[in-house]
């Protein structure tokens, strides 16, 4: 696989891809697919406390032939879990699902928007308070965000400590989230893509099919390669082996500019509707 890694702002370095567990539920299918998924070549496993399957993550990890200190692992803090003792809390609590030692990554999964901004951009920062004390003790290598935007972003960077290395956001050919996505790279902050494929609304897509059938590609090959491109990295979902495998294929291969900027004028299609400022969480 031509598959590469990604150097953070903090030159630590983090697979291309990765694979995901949103809506997977515990259990020996999701531990078998996992364990598959790393013997394919994946190093990335992304989880959250959330999805409720961090046990069954955890003893993926411990079955794998494969040593602790070549995964990258991360997981994420829920939006009940705000202040400092509760974050802490809440990151213990999932070391010992995980049954690990330390996360490479640990994100905000949410930001907080309630309020005025003076109100919820305080809570932010208060939050991340502890993520720095976690990344300080070295509990956690790399800390970040998820699904925050620029006006989450300016004031957040203006009080932090330490930088967030990541920001995890919706992403895919028809929500590119364009702003978001030069503003954290211009920061040296890495975009990492949920829901790639557009929750599967993509692949059926003629531009998308057009191009699939182009480069003797499927069309998800055709999207995270496009995704690749942007230096962005992707977090697939499959409990499938073959598809697992053909998500990892999709390194193989170049798209020609022409096709890029094409994908780059899709119009909006594939959104969640899950907009920071309107969730219910």
Same mark, same amino acid.
């Given at each position: 696989m031509n598959m590469t890694s990604?150097?953070?702002?903090?030159?630590? /370095?983090?697979? /291309?891809?990765?694979? +995901?567990? &949103?809506?997977?539920?515990? +259990?020996?299918?999701?531990?078998?697919?996992?364990?598959?998924?790393?013997?394919?070549g994946y190093r990335y496993i992304d989880t959250a406390a959330i999805?409720?399957?961090?046990?069954?993550? +955890?003893?993926?990890i411990k079955r794998t032939s494969v040593n602790r200190k070549d995964l990258f692992i991360l997981s994420k803090c829920w939006t009940s879990n705000r202040t400092y003792d509760s974050v802490m809390r809440a990151f213990d609590a999932t070391l010992k699902r995980l049954q690990v030692d330390y996360l490479d990554a640990y994100l905000i999964h949410w930001p907080f928007t309630k309020g005025d901004p003076l109100a919820w951009q305080s809570v932010n920062v208060g939050t991340w308070r502890a993520f720095e004390r976690l990344h300080e003790s070295g509990l956690v290598k790399n800390i970040g965000v998820s699904n925050f935007q620029i006006h989450h972003l300016v004031s957040f960077l203006a009080r932090a400590n330490i930088a967030p290395v990541i920001n995890q956001i919706e992403y895919h050919p028809g929500y590119m989230q364009k702003a978001t996505v030069q503003f954290c790279q211009r /920061?040296?902050?890495?975009?990492?893509? &949920? /829901?790639?494929l557009g929750h599967g609304e993509l692949l059926h897509k003629e531009e998308i099919e057009t191009l699939a059938t182009k480069y003797g590609k499927s069309p998800s090959q055709v999207i995270l390669r496009w995704i690749a491109h942007h230096n962005i990295i992707p977090i697939t979902k499959s409990m499938n082996p073959e598809h697992q495998k053909e998500n990892l294929e999709s390194f193989n291969f170049d798209l020609a500019q022409e096709d890029i900027d094409l994908l780059d004028k899709l119009p909006m299609m594939g959104f969640s509707g899950l907009e920071p400022d309107h969730v219910s969480f």
């Open positions: 990604y150097k953070l702002s903090n030159n630590e /370095s983090i697979p /291309s891809i990765g694979i +995901g567990t &949103w809506q997977i539920p515990e +259990g020996e299918n999701l531990i078998e697919s996992l364990v598959n998924a790393i013997d394919l999805y409720e399957n961090e046990a069954s993550v +955890g003893e993926a /920061s040296d902050i890495q975009i990492q893509a &949920w /829901s790639p």
